[in-house]
């Protein structure tokens, strides 16, 4: 598949789920009236990115990421409910200090639909993640014409529930950053995650 059919097909995953946000927010208003529980939990992660540059330099990052979880088994349907694993959307801002090639940052906000591997309730949750954002970097490079960008990634991470409503959470993320053929050159950068953090469940 070519560069600018994946953008596209980025940006087409992008409007659906900034959609889907609308719906699940007022799904969560809804929900207040009636004594129901969306929002399912806040998770605080950071680690280190790290991915290579045509320049022959390496794009080394320390991201910070807040997720907000909704539970999607209570905002799409009953036929949903017997998923025995977590099913969730999160709204993710971030924001990334790059400190290789040179002193700059990343900001911007991902759309993430989480899938739990393992039933609910057990103390280890492994899961797995897609995701399409928008993203502003101040980085030069000759990959991206534009500072303005979309973003999307996979991801693969486990919560071990040490207490209660608190877990520890290890993930593994790849992410690919492009602009959707808006200015060329829009060859992409690649980058790999490290992360970990505390996920606390509501």
């Known amino acids: 598949m070519t560069n600018r059919k994946s953008d596209w097909i980025a940006l087409f995953v992008l409007l659906i789920l900034f959609f889907h946000a ?55 349907g009953r036929k949903f409910n017997k998923y025995p694993g977590l099913l969730q959307f999160a709204l993710e801002p971030f924001y990334s200090y790059a400190w290789s090639p040179d002193t700059n940052m990343e900001i911007g906000n991902n759309f993430v639909i989480k899938a739990g591997i393992l039933p609910q309730g057990m103390k280890f949750q492994p899961y797995i993640k897609l995701s399409a954002g928008l993203i502003y970097i101040t980085q030069d490079t000759r990959e991206q014409s534009t500072h303005f960008n979309f973003n999307e990634y996979a ?43 505390v996920s606390f469940l509501f």
């Open 22 to 76: 609308d719906v699940v927010f007022s799904e969560d208003i809804k929900s207040r009236e009636e004594g129901k529980k969306y929002l399912s939990g806040v998770e605080i992660l950071t680690g280190n990115g790290f991915g290579s540059l045509r320049s022959n330099q390496n794009y080394l990052l320390y991201p910070l990421f807040i997720n907000f979880n909704f539970d999607l088994k209570n905002s799409i």
């Open 155 to 197: 991801g693969l991470g486990a919560h071990y529930f040490f207490k209660k409503g608190v877990a520890f959470t290890l993930e593994y993320r790849y992410r690919h950053i492009s602009n959707a053929g808006i200015k060329h050159p829009n060859t992409g950068i690649n980058t790999n995650f490290n992360i970990c953090g």
